[in-house]
């Protein structure tokens, strides 16, 4: 490299500003070659083009600065309802993904061992036909249901589309690998939800966060950050305060005006305990509780027997004292916020996230939401409101052909996972274990889209097991990753910003919504959308298969799709916040909005802005919004209590100690606190490990980033690299200080990182953040920092499945090599 | 004159970090390996800073807070240096002139708010990633000391905008990076000596404070407490 000295800078000054020469400067100031060129052809005109970031599944919407064409700078969307013009680091980082160095350029084909990153190029005609010719073989063959689809959740066109094809090909092996795709479950359960309500936080007066890290890993942090915002603000009936209990302390934590640190998986003793305080000193909604819920005093049944209701329960077992043993938080603290959250309407409970990362999480986030249900804070302001339906159009029925229809009557391979777990059963552990013993049919072709469970799985280990079974694997990554190394085909996908694309309404977000994604630049290399190869490998195996895709491209399905927006009528294309007063002004007087002259007019700026939104959705009455058999809150679990009565073999009891239920009789089936379970023996490995999200990271994916790696833990200043939580005193017993290399081991192993000192984590816990820990990725990704996921046990929430991330013991030992 | 100041709402930002990413995309601020981040060498202009307030676990509190360049009034920084490539600007901003600094970092010593960084290698930008860089931006060569610099080349453009359509400056057209990004809106940024403005309001509320108010630099960011 040519060294530049003093001088030769001037020289170079002295010529730009004569105005030659320009080329020169490329090598001072490393400008690259086209923006020099451009610079000197174009004018530097600046446009913004709106969109929606797909970088993970939150949907919001982003505004791509532009110059000549050329992006170079993201923000938030400011007429976005969802994060209203902020934006998170992940998404400020977005054209690091764009602009990656290591993307797919072209479909791949595996020219050497699996994991060997040996790949030879192969052209789009080869590469689909290669592929459909094997999918068309399956179905001569007669066993069209041994393809099977890993997605991370069911949402958004592309999904419908896939769920399409399986069902037109004949197999019923899709499978949605996302950890949190039950978390809707305790709101099914009390109030017949299919779907994540949204906690209205900007209205409510006392936020009390039971383990839900919800400005740092929520599943929409910037609409969950906007409305802490806007609750902090005085000017809406007064500023909003927040208390928040949990084992680690998060960024939530940080900002909470009271943070009570608490044994790991004890969220639903300390939701009792407030229970307990709300009920004693009458501060529960009476009138709401008499008429909306079932189970809360206790009740006689048609034979006579007595049954003990939630009350009674909560009453006999959780007294602050108790409480207090149990969660190791003072019974005087338990009281504060029982009579704060009694006293402060509205005041809301939130669960989730490390709530219900343990073995017992259902059954905590149940305690925590009938906090919500004590108070009786269902539809209302600063409450819990449930999400309005999008009118997009649905795809007519598929019509499956015979060997389809002979397809879908076999088993999904990870049927049994129902008999596994009692309520809606996370499917990956039953997969894993079916594709390892080829039961009851060995899977051959696997397509993985839009996630990488070779990494970013709490069980990625079997995961990985399994992938080596499968014999033919296609991915759709624009970058290589974990789980690509596996694959025998790539068929690279769009990277976010060069293609159409909708994210589906976001869960935990209240009013409807649609976000529409356009390409901002024109793809870089020969890659194409996903939707469209779909269309074509469909059209390429022929039968049912072909005829369920009437679209010649996404685009035009995404098109009608959106269609039933526009000839719904309803909502507005969004357009900046001043609007929805003038909507819902305009609707209370019978007034259709906005209405466009053709869906034309309706595309274009429903294009230009970014989305669609209806904010004047009607109110509805609490009876109408309850969607239980009853139209009525039941504290009950009628589907627990069917499923345990259900086995003929078993008795009921022993059904729920196969379940993990320790409570008997009635209070089993009440919203109860079970001891959390957790594996390694206490004496060698003393210490939980809890692990953690970060907003800028996500599932794993923020290591493509160089900016985000190197900025991965910038709140703990440790840049470029994994660390560990130690509370001080902890630290202090083993001799460790800030700072040093230690080794955290569980019985499946150890990862070692820097020592960071955090003050406010619980003493007996250890905490590590996921994210880093590549072996893949690119090279920014690829061997930086550790995966805390490598030393997780492979134990799941005890009723449905849900990886427990936090029930695995560890050790800790500082370590002399860095590594 | 306008004076330029900053005033960041702590009882809103959550620590969320879209402030450090924003700020290093606009400002082309480079990136550095891991080895080299290990050795203290990455480069933030905006930076999450920890406060811990109380002694005993559980009755204590910590805290994130998000620092940019103070743009003190009395800079401590611009007096050290040896040839003027750092200096107090019209309306307020501290200045730093790449082509004129030596690296001699007597201005990085003597912030005792550590808001300077030193470019100790040329940055490492892949080709592909080199294309979008911000143009409005300069790209700095190793060897210089760097900071916020209030995203200064924002003001320019907004300024010739503004004279283009032959009126006069107004708040909104003058944003910071960090400001736009921030999704709790915790972020306000104006004249702090204008009326009008949201900065001029909310730095003189009785939440307002700055940090090492007593050592005399004056700075120009406030940030709000917690509270009503």
New interface residues.
């Given amino acids: ?1 040519r060294e ?1 000295r003093r001088r030769d ?1 001037l020289k170079i ?1 002295g010529a730009t500003a004569a105005g030659a020469a320009l080329q020169d400067l490329d090598i ?5 070659d ?2 020099v060129e451009e ?1 000197l052809r174009g004018p ?1 005109i600046e446009t913004f083009k709106n969109t929606v970031c797909q970088l993970c599944p939150a949907g919001c919407g982003i505004r791509v600065r532009l ?1 000549d064409g ?7 969307n400011p007429m976005h309802p969802i ?11 977005g ?2 993904f ?4 290591d993307r797919i350029r072209q479909p791949l084909i595996r020219s050497g061992e699996r994991g060997s990153g040996k790949w030879d190029p192969l052209s789009w005609e080869e590469a689909l036909a290669k592929v459909s010719q094997r999918l068309a073989e399956l179905r001569r063959a007669g066993t069209p249901e041994q393809v099977a689809f890993v997605v991370p959740e069911k949402r958004g066109l592309l999904a419908d589309m896939i769920s399409r094809f399986m069902e037109a090909f004949g197999s019923r092996n899709l499978l949605a690998i996302d950890e949190g795709q039950n978390d809707f479950v305790p709101f099914e359960l009390l109030f017949g939800w299919k779907a994540i309500p949204e906690y209205d936080i900007e209205h409510t007066r006392f936020l009390l966060s039971i383990g839900a890290d919800f ?2 890993d929520g599943v929409s ?2 609409h969950g ?2 409305g ?2 806007k609750m ?1 603000e ?1 000017d809406t009936g ?2 909003g305060r927040l208390t928040f209990v949990d084992s680690r ?1 998060s ?5 909470a ?1 009271t ?3 608490i044994k790991p998986g004890t969220h639903g003793a300390f939701a009792l305990g407030v229970a307990y305080v709300i009920i004693k000193e009458r501060y529960y909604d009476t009138a709401f509780v008499d008429r909306h819920v079932d189970g809360f005093e206790s009740w006689v049944d048609e034979s006579g027997a007595r049954h003990r209701g939630f009350k009674e329960y909560v009453l006999e077992n959780f007294y602050p004292e108790r409480v207090a043993r149990i969660v190791g ?1 003072s019974a005087r603290k338990i009281v504060d916020v029982g009579r704060d959250f009694g006293r402060l309407r509205p005041a809301l409970a939130m669960s989730g996230r490390h709530g219900s990362n343990g073995t017992n999480g259902l059954f905590n986030a149940l305690c925590v939401e009938a906090l919500n249900v004590l108070v009786g804070n269902i539809e209302r302001k600063g409450g819990l409101r449930v999400q309005r339906a999008t009118p997009y159009e649905s795809m007519p029925p598929v019509e499956a052909d015979d060997i389809a229809r002979r397809g879908l009557q076999k088993p999904a391979v990870f049927e049994d996972a129902d008999d596994r777990y009692p309520l809606y059963a996370d499917a990956t552990l039953a997969f894993c274990d079916h594709i390892e013993s080829s039961t009851p049919y060995a899977v051959d072709t696997l397509f993985i889209h839009g996630c990488n469970p070779a990494f970013d799985h709490p069980y990625a280990k079997r995961l990985r097991r399994a992938l080596a079974k499968i014999p033919f694997i296609v991915s759709f990554a624009t970058m290589a990753d974990e789980s690509s190394e596996y694959a025998d085909v790539i068929l690279p996908e769009h990277a976010y910003l060069e293609r159409w694309m909708d994210s589906g309404s976001t869960p935990g977000v209240r009013f409807a919504h649609a976000s529409v994604g356009q390409p901002v630049v024109k793809p870089f290399y020969d890659t194409r959308q996903a939707g469209d190869v779909l269309i074509d490998l469909a059209k390429g195996v022929g039968g049912s298969v072909a005829r369920a895709f009437s679209d010649t491209s996404f685009f035009t399905a995404l098109q009608n799709k959106l269609n039933g927006i526009f000839a719904s009528g309803e909502g507005a294309v969004i357009s900046g916040s001043f609007e929805e007063a003038w909507i819902k002004f305009l609707k209370e007087r019978g007034w259709q909005n906005l209405v466009y002259e053709s869906f034309e007019d309706f595309w274009r700026v429903l294009v230009e802005r970014g989305g669609w939104w209806d904010p004047a959705s009607d109110e509805i009455p609490v009876e109408k919004v309850l969607q239980t058999k009853s139209s009525k809150i039941t504290f009950v679990l009628e589907p627990l209590m069917a499923k345990a009565a259900g086995g003929a073999q078993q008795s009921a009891e022993d059904r729920l100690n196969a379940w993990g239920i320790r409570e008997s009789g009635d209070a089993a089936f009440l919203p109860h606190f079970e001891e959390p379970r957790f594996e390694g023996d206490q004496k060698e490995y003393p210490y939980h490990l809890v692990v953690f999200g970060l ?2 990271n996500r599932r794993g994916t923020g290591s493509f980033s ?6 991965f833990g ?4 440790v ?3 994994s660390w560990i939580e130690i ?3 902890t630290a202090h017993n083993h001799h460790i200080e800030q700072g040093d290399m230690v080794r955290v081991s569980s019985a499946l192993g150890s990862v070692s990182a820097r020592a960071v000192l ?3 984590l619980e ?1 007996g816990t250890i905490a590590i953040p996921f994210g880093m820990g590549h072996t893949s990725g690119g090279r920014y990704a690829k061997g ?1 920092g550790v995966n805390p996921y490598e030393i997780l046990s492979e134990v799941s929430d005890t009723l449905c499945g849900k990886p427990a991330k936090l029930a695995t013991r560890v050790k800790i030992q500082k370590s002399e090599r860095i590594g | 004159m306008p004076k330029w100041g900053m005033v960041i709402d702590l009882d809103k930002c959550t620590g969320c970090g879209a402030c450090v990413a924003a700020c290093k995309t606009e400002n082309n601020v480079g990136v550095v390996s891991p080895r080299l981040s290990s050795e203290n060498r990455s480069m933030f202009w905006m930076e999450m800073i920890k406060m811990v307030e109380g002694e005993e676990y559980p009755d204590m509190r910590v805290r994130y807070i998000p620092r940019p360049c103070f743009h003190c009034d009395r800079p401590p920084c611009t007096r050290v240096c040896p040839v003027r490539a750092t200096y107090l600007a019209e309306e307020g901003l501290v200045a730093q002139i790449y082509n004129r600094c030596i690296g001699c970092r007597y201005c990085m010593a003597a912030c005792p708010y550590t808001v300077k960084v030193f470019n100790w290698y040329e940055p490492q930008w892949s080709d592909e990633r080199k294309q979008c860089v911000n143009p409005d931006v300069s790209l700095r060569p190793k060897g210089v000391v760097e900071k916020c610099t209030f995203c200064y080349h924002r003001l320019q453009i907004a300024r010739e905008d503004a004279r283009a359509e032959n009126r006069p400056l107004k708040e909104a057209d003058y944003r910071v990076a960090c400001q736009d990004a921030c999704p709790a809106a915790a972020i306000s940024f104006g004249d702090l000596e204008d009326k009008s403005t949201k900065v001029y309001e909310l730095s003189r509320s009785t939440r307002a404070m700055r940090i090492m108010e007593d050592i005399g630099t004056e700075p120009k960011v406030f940030y709000l407490s917690e509270g009503e």
């Avoid at chain 1, 050329?70 to 938030?76: R, W, Y």
């Avoid at chain 1, 994060?83 to 980082?93: E, K, L, Q, S, T």
């Avoid at chain 1, 764009?98 to 160095?101: E, M, Q, S």
């Avoid at chain 1, 160089?706 to 900025?711: G, I, S, V, Y």
Wanted: overall charge negative; glycine content about 8%.
């Fill in positions: 490299m530049i800078f000054l001072l100031w490393a400008v690259p086209r923006m610079a530097g110059i050329v992006p170079v700078h993201i923000d938030g994060n209203h013009g902020g934006i998170c680091p992940h998404g400020a980082a054209l690091d764009l602009y990656h160095p400005l740092d942090p910037l950050i906007r802490y915002s902090r005085s007064g500023r302390h960024l939530t934590a940080a900002s005006d943070f009570l640190p938080v907003l800028s160089p900016l985000l790696q190197e900025m910038y709140y703990q200043r840049y470029s690299g509370n001080p005193h955090s003050e406010m003493p930086v």
